[in-house]
Every structure is written in structure tokens, then in C-alpha cells.
């Protein structure tokens, strides 16, 4: 006789399905229409980012951004490992309002023609409740996920943003500022036209 037994398969209840709020990110159960953009938003001999495109959804869109940083010469090993973290993203920074940015932080934004504008160093956080209260939009916020690679010499990345909501069928600016690689606020014209017809053609894994 065995001395030591397996337990008995637990019996778990399953768990209800947890719905995400549009405004939190993309929905993962459906195929958003896709508008190539490909858009150089600023280029110098050390940094490039080029807006690639935008994938649509009846709440929302993402806005996939491509990053590149070089090493050049006069820049030393810490100075460029600094930077080089920073295109993956590793760097968190906590503000307060009586803050300025600090140099290192890229900057995103959007500004429609009514004025209104959202950008990535908003400050809002998750309140923790579920379901969480919804905000007052627009919402600009870096998704999960993205990817980079890079070696002593230079690296890529990457980035995709989630705005909420949809912006509306007409054009609309979207802005960067980076200090610390001199990248100037500078603004991109989008056609909201395009992106919300592209949402129109989103549809779901499953009916």
C-alpha cells in the first residue's frame, strides 16, 4: 500500500468571462481594420520614429509607432545604456503636478479641432475598483506588449498606444517631444476620416 497519494482533482466553479472596459485597451476578440500610415514623425542622426500605422475599432484605435537609436561617436558607455533602456521602455516616473517633465520621458499626444487633447503623461492611473469608474476621454495611454532589440551599437523598438475613443471623421494632430535626443513638439496631421471608416470594417473573431 502506498503510503503517499494524490490528492483528489479539485472542482473549480468557472469563472465568469471579465469584460474589459473599451477605455483600459483593444478589445481581444476582434479583427481591427488596419490603415497604413507611415509617417516619419522626426528623424535626426541618432533617432528616428516613424508613425507605421493604426489599427481601428468601433471604440477605439491603436497606434503603432516604430522607434531607431544609433550610437555616434562621442557618446559613452553609460550615456548610451541610459538611452538604449529607454527605448525599451524601462524607465517609470511618478509626477506631481507642480513637476516638469524630466528630459528623459517621450512625450505622445493627440489634439482634435475642438481643442481637446490627451497625451501619454496625463498622469492617470487605474483606481483598482472593478469595474472601474469611466474617465472623461480622450485617453492616450501605451498598451502592453510592443518589442525591441538592440546591441552596443544601436536599437529598435516597438510602442502601441491605445487612444479612447474613436477620434472623429476628420483630421487631427498627433504630437511628439522628446528633450533628451532634441526632438521638438512637433505635430502630425491624421485623417480621423480614414481611421473611423476603418473601424466600420472591424469585425469579431466570433459571432
Known amino acids: 500500500m502506498d503510503f503517499f497519494t494524490a490528492p483528489p482533482p479539485r472542482v473549480q466553479e468557472q469563472e465568469k468571462e471579465r469584460e474589459n472596459p473599451p477605455w483600459t485597451g483593444p478589445p ?81 499626444g493627440v489634439r482634435f479641432p475642438d481643442g481637446s487633447k490627451a497625451t501619454t503623461v496625463d498622469g492617470r492611473t487605474d483606481s483598482g475598483e472593478w469595474p472601474p469608474p469611466c474617465p472623461e476621454g480622450p485617453i492616450l495611454k501605451r498598451s502592453r506588449g510592443g518589442s525591441a532589440s538592440g546591441d552596443d551599437r544601436s536599437v529598435s523598438s516597438s510602442w502601441s498606444l491605445w487612444l479612447w475613443p474613436l477620434p472623429p471623421p476628420e483630421p487631427f494632430e498627433f504630437a511628439v517631444e522628446w528633450p533628451l535626443y532634441d526632438v521638438p513638439l512637433t505635430f502630425t496631421e491624421l485623417d480621423g476620416a480614414a481611421i473611423t471608416a476603418a473601424a466600420e470594417r472591424a469585425q469579431p473573431y466570433w459571432p
Open 28 to 108: 481581444n476578440d476582434i479583427l481591427g481594420g488596419i490603415v497604413p500610415i507611415e509617417r516619419m514623425l522626426f528623424r535626426s542622426e541618432t533617432l528616428a520614429i516613424v508613425l507605421a500605422n493604426a489599427v481601428a475599432f468601433p471604440a477605439g484605435v491603436t497606434i503603432r509607432l516604430q522607434m531607431a537609436a544609433r550610437r555616434v561617436e562621442g557618446v559613452n558607455e553609460d550615456t548610451w545604456w541610459d538611452r538604449h533602456d529607454l527605448m525599451f521602455g524601462h524607465h517609470r516616473h511618478r509626477f506631481r503636478a507642480e513637476d516638469s517633465l524630466p528630459d528623459e520621458v517621450v512625450r505622445f
